[in-house]
């Protein structure tokens, strides 16, 4: 009787813990990036429940920065200009492709008629703005 104490108090520390990291994968799959697991012990299980939280904590925090710079991106992409001043012999055309969410270029085009109906002026701007850079 003894041996099957000690064989179930043996299954049952191996298995508890892994079900319980288990459990809080199954959170995190789910799209709970508040979980964390309790730390059961000073062994190899303790050392993987205590790296599963510090885990999900940098997720957490990864998947807040890519929730800035998709608004980044949005803020960008609604201030270039949907369309150009049509001008009798000119096309125009822009594009901003970015490499990752957000580029460091901006673009805009002003057009103003400040001599009178029969002159016109177009002014294109662009600004280089400095920031992170990744070669595509």
Known sequence: ?????????FAV????PIQTIEAGMNRVE???????VPVYSCDEFGAMMENFTKMVTVLK??????????MAMDVQQNLLPK????LEGIDMAAICTTCDEIGGDYYDVI????FGPRIRFLRW??????????RC
Request: charged share 20%.
């Open 13 to 16: 520390s191996i298995i508890d």
């Open 83 to 86: 369309s150009f001043p049509a």
């Open 61 to 70: 925090e990864r998947y807040r920065m890519k929730q800035a710079l998709d």
């Open 30 to 36: 789910a799209g709970d990036l508040n979980v964390s």
């Open 111 to 114: 057009s103003s008629e400040p």
């Open 125 to 134: 701007g662009m600004c280089p703005i400095m920031g992170f850079h990744r």
């Open 1 to 9: 009787m003894a041996i099957i104490t000690l064989s179930h108090l």
